[in-house]
């Protein structure tokens, strides 16, 4: 492990060398630019990142730059670039997205705190300068950290291992006291592990490190146990390839190809400290799939240098599960929690943020060797599938009814398969009571933004139910999709493809940019070795598009137009386990 970990760690001190700002008259000076706009940032992902880099090289004595005194120089600059962006109040800015940001400086602060301990360790007296910087920035941004406040779910735990990480540091009480106020809210995970956000590629993973740091330097194990029910649901998110499911994900890594590297460090330390197999196992998955060293609060080196137990791991890897049949959060009573948001005052609303109802929605994961299949609620698409090197990933339904994406609700799991439901209402808002009308109201401009619009009553409620079966059968599955509604609705059901696929066969026709209608007829993916053959098209109406419905630009979407009511079947066929491609089911 460490010698591939060495080996992809120097990989990337070129490119840092490459990117970094050599003009003196910069304000950048030091600082390394970022590839897709040029500017250097001292956040986590930023500067910071190729200063754990370069320090990882640089006492690794395995390494080909072990004290190299040129790059010594460069993380010198470095440094002092990051020392120099942070603001008077300890904090410091990502310019594309927050202005002094204290979660933004916390993710900052665990990476160097981690950084600063690996150069106190390794008695190289030339370090001497990058060490006070180092020292210097932590220091400073104590205050920031006492007071700064969050946006996200996540946030509020990195916030945590930060003032564990400065708390060790400096000995100040009073970072453990704000750290327990965060701590204080409660765990966001659900029993089965998934974290408020269902961000398998990104945030469920800084959750899990950053609350292993806090229960290590606080002294407080019971943070661990929503990490090991993360890491154990984490094994069932995995498709063939490597890659974690993102389809229902509610943050930016929604629908993007993500691997276990994110998880490395965490399943590292965590089959260590368990003697746990299957944690070891998507720690071997994670260094497999490893190509970059990570952001500085979780590169994966830095982390097996202050660790050195990790080179020699106690425990031997167990394997991970590719055939089986689960319903994540299946048992989790979403509805009791929902019930109770009016109770909390906000009035549904927070700012720069969202509040996650989605949280513990039920997910339903199977894994037939090569052939993953993912249905999902609370998200845009209720079903994915991929079969080998062929992936459908997605099958949606749109329609103009509230217009965009229909949301299922409810999963319920049958033996054969899944029954899927989904409920949209609509209505009207009648006038406000005259007795509850502002003063403003008589006034000769009566602003419609300063009316009371929560007190007006609702008329004419109209509900949009649809109902979705999904069967397994001997070569594929069954969807049978319905909605009795008798009013006219426009209905597209979408079946969005992989780009490396073709399609042959079927009645198609353009639609727009990236999007075919599917009129009738069998139409057949196929990628590699492997196909998928669905059955069912159908053309009832002539919209390209239904308004708030976007399919991705760089996938290939079918489209079957329906009117209300309908009641659609297809039947999607599997390529055999016979041939050179996948197994079927």
């Known amino acids: 492990m460490h010698e591939k970990l060495v080996a992809v760690n120097d990989g990337w001190v070129k490119q840092g060398i490459d990117n970094q700002i050599m003009d003196s008259g910069s304000r950048f000076y030091g600082g390394v630019a970022d590839p897709d706009n040029g500017v250097a940032w001292p956040t986590h992902m930023g500067t910071p990142t190729f200063m754990a880099i370069w320090a990882c090289s640089l006492v690794d004595e395995s390494s080909n730059f072990y004290h190299d005194e040129k790059l010594l120089r460069r993380l010198e600059l470095a440094a002092a670039f990051t020392v120099r962006e942070q603001h008077e109040d300890g904090t410091i800015s990502p310019g594309w997205t927050n202005m002094h940001s204290p979660p933004d400086t916390a993710f900052a602060v665990v990476g160097l705190a981690q950084l600063h301990e690996l150069l106190v360790q390794h008695e190289w007296a030339e370090l001497e300068r990058v060490r006070a910087d180092i020292r210097k ?169 202050l660790h050195p137990e990790l080179r020699e791991p106690r425990v031997k890897s167990g394997s991970l599960p590719d055939h089986y049949r689960v319903v994540i959060n299946g048992q989790f009573n979403r509805q009791h929690y929902l019930s109770q948001m009016e109770s909390a005052g906000h009035g549904g609303r ?55 994406f229909i949301k299922m609700n409810h999963l319920e799991q049958l033996e054969s398969g899944y029954v899927l439901t989904g409920t949209e209402s609509k209505g009207y808002y009648g006038p406000i009571a005259t007795d509850r009308l502002p003063e403003i109201a008589s006034h000769s401009v009566s602003p419609w933004y300063l009316l009371p619009h929560q007190l007006r009553e609702v008329t004419h409620l109209q509900q949009h139910d649809v109902r979705i079966e999904l069967t397994e059968t001997y070569d594929g599955w069954q969807l049978r999709v319905q909605c009795d509604k008798p009013d006219v609705l426009l209905t597209q059901i979408s079946f969005v493809f992989g780009k490396e696929g073709q399609f042959a066969g079927g009645e198609l026709a353009p639609a727009e940019t990236g999007k075919q209608f599917w009129k009738a007829g069998t139409v057949k993916f196929t990628a590699g070795g492997d196909w998928i053959e669905m059955e069912g098209g159908a053309h009832e109406h002539w919209a390209k598009s239904i308004r708030g419905a976007a399919f991705p630009a760089d996938c290939q979407t079918l489209v079957v137009n329906v009117l209300t009511p309908y009641d659609r079947t297809f039947h999607i066929r599997l390529s055999p386990s016979d041939g050179n491609g996948a197994n079927g089911q």
């Open 137 to 305: 920035f932590l220091e400073r941004s104590v205050p920031a950290l006492l007071t700064g406040g969050c946006h996200t779910p996540n946030h509020r735990w990195v916030l945590t291992a930060a003032l564990a990480f400065l708390h060790r540091l400096t000995g100040n009480a009073e970072l453990v006291a704000r750290a327990d106020q965060w701590l204080a809210e409660g765990m966001d995970c659900t029993e089965d592990g998934e974290w408020t956000e269902r961000s398998n590629g990104i945030y469920n993973g800084v959750s899990d490190i950053m609350l292993f740091h806090a229960a290590e330097l606080l002294g407080r194990p019971e943070l661990l146990e929503p990490v090991r029910r993360n890491l154990r649901m984490m094994a069932y998110l995995i498709h063939p390839d490597g890659e974690v499911v993102t389809d229902y994900s509610g943050r930016q890594d929604f629908g993007q190809a993500f691997d276990m590297s994110g998880y490395t460090l965490a399943s590292c330390l965590m089959a260590q400290r368990d003697q746990n197999a299957l944690f070891a196992a998507l720690a071997e998955l994670g260094i497999a799939a490893l190509n970059h060293p990570g952001p500085i609060p979780n590169n994966v080196l830095l982390g097996f240098l």
């Open 350 to 404: 927070i700012y720069h943020s969202r509040l996650h109802p989605d949280f513990g929605a039920p997910v339903a994961r199977q894994r037939d060797g090569e052939t993953s299949v993912t249905v999902m609620t609370e998200t845009n698409s209720f079903f994915a599938l991929r079969h080998g090197a062929a992936r459908l990933l997605g099958v949606q339904v749109s329609s103009s009814f509230d217009p965009g």
